[in-house]
Structure formats: structure tokens, C-alpha cells
């Protein structure tokens, strides 16, 4: 007899129904024998199976891109680039230029430090004052009247050249001495100036001294009234009227070689001889501000332009010339003096004109050398010719 098992829980999928096998052919009186099976395994659950993709559409529809507005952000973009860049290399140039500044400060400081320890340890540093200085010379001093009766005379600058050469030193210095003063006396001036110099006092007091009268002398015998300065009253007049009138011009060439330390200035313009009004202080002081020179120079240009005045008024009273603006009588002398102005001549001929301006140029120390040779050819031809 074959029976199928009444709980399901004992069946699987894979099991097959039990069968009961009966003895002698009794059904009832048989006992019925089971067939363990085998134990359930469960279900595996399935596995989740991913959500199926959105459709696409048949048609799809791209947006249009904006070809001008890409290009003006891509501009804006680069344009802000740049000035990032140049704003950022700025300030690197800034900040090197500080630094570099702050290196130099520092650099200084110890410097001044260092300097001033050395001081500490040698002497306090301190300013001598001419005032307070030692000289060796007694102080010279005029009483209030004195100065007075000098400042109401008139002035009279005698220009004065130093050229000597003692005991293997060359002194050669340039001024003008006021030949109405007579408070200060050569032979003061000369030993003020070698105690300046620090030049021996026996060996140079007596030349200068002598140089400087002599040259006072030649001017006073030659000093025409041409050289004399004009009264205060005239001074500033345009020579129009009639108690004040000039002379007829006579006009003549001033030629400026000045060098001080490695400084040259040549230069050369037209002096009228016969009018009084003319300064050469004055003008000194002008050519200075203009050309922005030391007052060194100052000295010196008034100094060349009175040396050569007196030159050619000295020559001017050897042919016997007064003065008054009656025509040179030597055929000779009337060539160094520049012809009369008319109409056509007003105006200078364009290679000209580079001949009448300053020039200031600096000068090396051989060029000095070869200048101070010509220089004293030339001065011995001029003491030749005033002589």
C-alpha cells in the first residue's frame, strides 16, 4: 500500500512522495515505516533587479549655444588676467625696491654706529669755526667810522693776477682790489692769505705784496675815466638824457677761458667800452644764476672781463685817445675794436652764432695740464705787451 505524507513541511521540491511497505498483507495490523528525508533548505530570496532606464526620447532637442557671449566672458576673463598679472608684478617691483631701500638704511646705520664707536674712542667730534680758530695772524679790526669814510668813496676794482713760483710752489690766484680802500694794506692781505694757504710767510709775504702794488700802480697812471664806475644818480639810466648821455659805442670783444677744479667755461660776447653803466660784476653775477655755477666762477668772470677792459683802455690813452666818442686815429688799434652796427648788421650769420654761447664742459687732469702750459705762454705775452 503506497500513502503520500499528510505535512507538507516534509515535502520538497526535490524529494519524491514516501512509500509504506506492508508485511503479510495485512493492512491493519501492520505498523507503518517511515524513510527520514532529507532537512528543508530554504528559499533564496531573488535578487533585486535594477530599475529599468527612462525612454528616450525619439527626437531629442539640444539647447543652441551663444557663440558672442562665450568670447566676451573669455575677454573678460583674460583682460582681468592681465591686470592681476601687472598689479601683481608691481607690487614685486615695490616690495624689491623696499627691501633693497631698507637693506641700504640698515647697511648705513651700522656704518654710523661703527663710526661713531671709533669717535668715542679717539675725541668727541667738533666744529671749529673760524671764529673760534687759533690764528696765527692778529685778528683785524676797524672801528665803525673807518668804515664809514670807506663806504661813502667811490669803488674802484683793480683786477689782480697772482703768478708766482717760489721755492718750487705756484701760487696763481685771480680778485679785484679796491684801490680807494686804504684800511687794508698788501702786505695784511698777503700774510692772511699764506697763513690760509698754509704757505711759508718769509718766502711769499714780500712777492705778493709786491705784485699786488705794482699792478695798482699800472692801473692808477692808466685808469681812463672810461674805467671809472658811474655816480648813483646814472646807474640804472637808459642814456637818454642829455646831462647823462653815453658816447658813441666802441665796442669790443671779451673772450671768457675760465677752469676751476675740472670745470671749463669759455664763452664770448661784445662789451661797449664807452658805456659806464656797464657792470662786470653784475654781469658775473647774472651768467652764474643763469648757468647755474659756483660762486667761484663769479670771481673769476669779472675779474677776465676788467683785465681785458683795462687792456684795451690802456691801449686806447697810448695813441692818445680821450675818450669821448671821437674816432680811433690808429689805423692798427681800430682793427681789435668791432665796427659800427647798422641795419644789415644786426642780426649774426648762422655759423656765427654757435661761436657767441657758453659752453661749460668738465676737463681731465692731463687737459688741465696742457691749458696751464698755454696759459702761461700767454700771460707772458701779455705782461710783453703792457710793458
Known amino acids: 500500500m503506497q500513502l503520500l505524507a499528510s505535512n507538507p513541511a516534509m515535502l520538497t521540491p526535490n524529494s519524491s512522495p514516501l512509500?509504506?511497505?506492508?508485511?503479510?498483507?495485512?493492512?491493519?495490523?501492520s505498523s507503518p515505516v517511515v524513510t527520514p528525508s532529507k532537512p528543508a533548505v530554504p528559499a533564496v530570496p531573488a535578487a533585486p533587479t535594477a530599475p529599468a532606464a527612462p525612454q528616450q526620447p525619439k527626437n531629442p532637442v539640444t539647447p543652441k549655444s551663444n557663440p558672442n557671449l562665450s568670447a566676451a566672458a573669455i575677454e573678460t576673463y583674460l583682460n582681468r588676467e592681465k591686470a592681476f598679472d601687472t598689479g601683481y608684478k608691481h607690487q614685486q617691483r615695490v616690495q624689491t625696491l623696499l627691501f633693497q631701500e631698507k637693506k641700504r638704511e640698515m647697511e648705513w646705520m651700522a656704518q654710523a654706529i661703527k663710526a661713531e664707536q671709533r669717535m668715542a674712542e679717539v675725541e668727541p667730534f667738533e666744529i671749529v669755526y673760524p671764529k673760534k680758530q687759533k690764528r696765527a695772524t692778529r685778528e683785524i679790526s676797524f672801528s665803525e667810522q673807518e668804515l664809514e669814510k670807506v663806504a661813502e668813496q667811490k669803488e674802484m676794482l683793480v683786477p689782480?693776477?697772482?703768478?708766482?713760483?717760489v721755492e718750487g710752489v705756484k701760487l696763481r690766484d685771480t680778485f679785484t682790489w679796491n684801490m680807494n680802500d686804504d684800511l687794508l694794506q698788501p702786505e695784511q692781505f698777503a700774510e692772511i692769505l699764506c697763513e690760509d694757504l698754509q704757505l711759508p710767510v718769509a718766502s711769499f709775504l714780500t712777492p705778493i705784496a709786491k705784485a699786488i702794488r705794482e699792478q695798482i700802480d699800472d692801473y692808477f697812471q692808466h685808469a681812463p675815466k672810461a674805467l671809472e664806475p658811474p655816480d648813483d644818480e646814472v646807474k640804472g639810466r637808459e642814456g637818454e638824457e642829455d646831462d647823462f648821455r653815453d658816447a658813441p659805442e666802441l665796442r669790443i670783444l671779451i673772450k671768457l677761458d675760465i677752469t676751476i677744479g675740472n670745470s671749463c667755461l669759455t664763452d664770448q660776447f661784445e662789451w661797449d667800452l664807452n658805456c659806464k653803466r656797464n657792470s662786470p660784476e653784475m654781469f658775473a653775477d647774472h651768467l652764474c644764476k643763469e648757468l647755474n655755477l659756483c660762486w667761484e666762477f663769479r670771481t673769476a668772470i669779472a675779474h677776465s672781463i676788467r683785465e681785458q677792459l683795462q687792456t684795451y683802455a690802456k691801449s686806447l690813452l697810448l695813441v692818445d685817445h680821450h675818450f669821448d666818442g671821437s674816432p680811433v686815429d690808429d689805423d692798427e688799434l681800430v682793427q681789435c675794436f668791432l665796427p659800427p652796427?647798422?641795419?644789415?648788421?644786426?642780426?649774426r650769420a648762422p655759423k656765427q652764432k654757435a661761436l657767441f654761447q657758453p659752453m661749460y664742459i668738465g676737463v681731465t687732469d692731463l687737459e688741465i695740464e696742457r691749458m696751464e702750459k698755454d696759459m702761461e705762454r700767454d700771460t707772458r705775452r701779455k705782461r710783453r705787451q703792457t710793458q
Open 160 to 165: 689782480i693776477r697772482l703768478d708766482l713760483d
Open 341 to 347: 652796427l647798422d641795419e644789415k648788421a644786426i642780426f
Open 19 to 29: 512509500r509504506l511497505l506492508s508485511s503479510g498483507g495485512n493492512s491493519a495490523q
